[in-house]
């Protein structure tokens, strides 16, 4: 479970950081629905057995890890064969700075910008933990709504695997609640 939680972290680290955007998003509470893909090979069964244990986990067990990654800034209102749902906040500041959640110093992942218009960004990236290099890009629909993809080469026991991943993202609203903006 361990290696799969690391993956979707990494996923969303992905979809969420990057260089500065163009377009103005709106400051309060996002939702993000993440999809993954692996090819057939040992890390899609690491990541299907990551998937029915998550599915698997008592109440109490789930509640504790919901509520650890909301004091880290990030809701999780799904998980399950459709991908993984989160929450998570821009506050005003975030937002006049461009930055989004999860674009933090020593994340273990490094973009690179590739292009950037008002409607698009694309980057490479390279990925210390898990080592993984790749590319990725995400588009502004409009200050409430983009949507972002990525692609990923990984050693995975001793085999090359491609990871794919994709996300959709909206606005819920100016509050918060208990999700707190990761500054």
């Not at 163009?22 to 999809?35: I, N, R, S, V």
């Not at 209102?77 to 930055?99: F, I, N, W, Y």
């Not at 973009?111 to 933990?129: A, N, Q």
Request: net charge negative.
């Amino acid at each position: 479970m361990a290696l799969s939680l690391r993956l979707a972290t990494l996923a969303v680290a992905i979809m969420l950081g990057g260089a500065a955007w163009a377009y103005p998003l709106k400051p309060g509470l996002w939702e993000m629905q993440t999809k993954m893909e692996a090819g057939d090979g040992a890390l899609a069964q690491a990541m299907a057995a990551m998937e029915k244990q998550l599915a698997a986990l008592p109440e109490g067990q789930r509640k504790m890890m919901e509520e650890m990654l909301a004091k880290q800034g990030v809701g999780i209102t799904g998980l399950g064969a459709d991908g993984v749902r989160m929450r998570h906040c821009l506050s005003p500041q975030m937002v006049a700075e461009e930055k989004l959640p999860f674009e933090r110093q020593g994340e273990g992942c490094e973009r690179t910008l590739v292009s950037r218009s008002d409607s698009e960004i694309r980057f490479t990236l390279s990925c210390r933990e898990p080592p993984a290099r790749g590319e990725g890009e995400v588009h502004f629909v409009n200050p409430g709504a983009y949507t972002s993809r990525f692609t990923l080469e990984m050693e995975y026991e001793g085999r090359q695997e491609r990871i794919q991943g994709s996300s959709e993202s909206r606005w819920l609203g100016d509050e918060c609640g208990d999700i707190k903006p990761l500054e």
